[in-house]
T-cell receptor
Framework: NAGVTQTPKFRVLKTGQSMTLLCAQD?????MYWYRQDPGMGLRLIHY???????AKGEVPDGYNVSRLKKQNFLLGLESAAPSQTSVYFC?????????????FGPGTRLLVL | DAKTTQPPSMDCAEGRAANLPCNHS???????VYWYRQIHSQGPQYIIH???NNETNEMASLIITEDRKSSTLILPHATLRDTAVYYC???????????????FGQGTTLQVKP
């Protein structure tokens, strides 16, 4: 049981380049999330998904797109990277028991946009 | 979701109990208290949650005051590996229309010293 995995672990992009970050979970969770964390700050929600084929915007969605074609995968895309998107990106999936939701996070992807 | 207040930093001697306080004076009746931690450069890790009663698991204990306006996370025998940023988060129960996002404040940086 690998939990939540993220690919790649680290990437350097030039301004204007595109890339896709992959998040995979093997816990059969319905809910998945993408967050970004800037130095010295808390996590901010980019996009999330409540099930296969559905996505929704979070706090800071501009410049990002997502897709959830398979339940176990949640992809985050940057169509035209900007230096302001330099950050650490965390994916999470959550289990729900009754009214309690617990999120499990991946190890993060460190992105540097030059 | 209610706002939380935590001290920015704390020290603890290895092997001693670490008691991390959190104030959530505006908490409402259907809001849970969650604790997560983030070890340097890693994804956040769920620790424990509670509603009214004190809770204990293999990682920690959570003490919630009777009026629910504050809580304390207790790591009974802190080790060097417990050095991390600890986040106290208050969230409404699932099914109350929330998106599931976790609002990470600044947290408490716990330094466990030998």
């Amino acid at each position: 049981n690998a939990g939540v995995t993220q690919t790649p672990k680290f990437r350097v992009l030039k301004t204007g380049q595109s890339m896709t970050l992959l998040c995979a979970q093997d816990m059969n969770h319905e809910y998945m999330y993408w967050y970004r964390q800037d130095p010295g700050m808390g996590l901010r929600l980019i996009h999330y998904s409540v099930g296969e084929g559905t996505t929704a915007k979070g706090e800071v969605p501009d410049g990002y797109n997502v897709s959830r074609l398979k339940k176990q995968n949640f992809l985050l895309g940057l169509e035209s990277a900007a230096p302001s998107q330099t950050s650490v990106y965390f994916c999470a999936s959550s289990s729900i028991q009754g009214m309690v939701e617990t999120q499990y996070f991946g190890p993060g992807t460190r992105l540097l946009v030059l | 979701d209610a706002k939380t207040t935590q001290p920015p930093s704390m020290d603890c001697a290895e092997g001693r109990a670490a008691n991390l306080p959190c104030n959530h004076s505006t908490i409402s009746g259907n809001e849970y208290v969650y604790w997560y931690r983030q070890i340097h450069s890693q994804g956040p890790q769920y620790i424990i949650h509670g509603l009214k009663n004190n809770e204990t698991n293999e990682m920690a204990s959570l003490i919630i005051t009777e009026d629910r306006k504050s809580s304390t996370l207790i790591l009974p025998h802190a080790t060097l590996r417990d050095t991390a940023v600890y986040y106290c988060i208050v969230r409404v129960a699932k099914g109350s229309g929330n998106t599931g996002k976790l609002i990470f404040g600044q947290g408490t940086t716990l330094q466990v010293k030998p």
